[in-house]
């Protein structure tokens, strides 16, 4: 399984940043197969952010679910994130991964204005 994640790498401050995660080699609604996003912030720890299981359920972490929405788009075997009025402290490398499996090489987002 293959992840590559996209999207702009400059976000303003306050803006709503959207990342796109693409997977091949195997269907986003395999039974049971975890899409997860993880992030991490210059000089920190990685952060988990939530996932979207196969059946299309969410999860959040609780100190981010209140600017985060993860969906999908089956037709195009996407997984999306998206993180509203974002700030400085959201500036990361942003990865994609299957639960247990492969991770994308992670995408730069810098929050500035």
């Known amino acids: 399984v293959q992840l590559q994640e996209s999207g702009p790498g400059l976000v303003k401050p306050s803006q709503t940043l959207s990342l796109t995660c693409t997977v091949s080699g195997a269907s986003i609604t395999t039974a049971g197969y975890w899409w997860m996003w993880i992030r991490q912030p210059p000089g920190k720890g990685l952060e988990y952010m939530g996932l979207i299981a196969y059946s299309g359920g969410t999860e959040y972490n609780p100190s981010l679910e209140s600017r985060t929405s993860i969906s999908r788009v089956t037709s195009k075997n996407q997984i999306t994130l998206q993180l509203t009025s974002v700030t400085a402290e959201d500036t990361a490398v942003y990865y994609c991964?299957?639960?247990?499996?492969?991770w994308g090489q992670g995408t730069q987002v810098t929050v500035s204005s």
């Open positions: 991964l299957l639960w247990g499996g492969s």
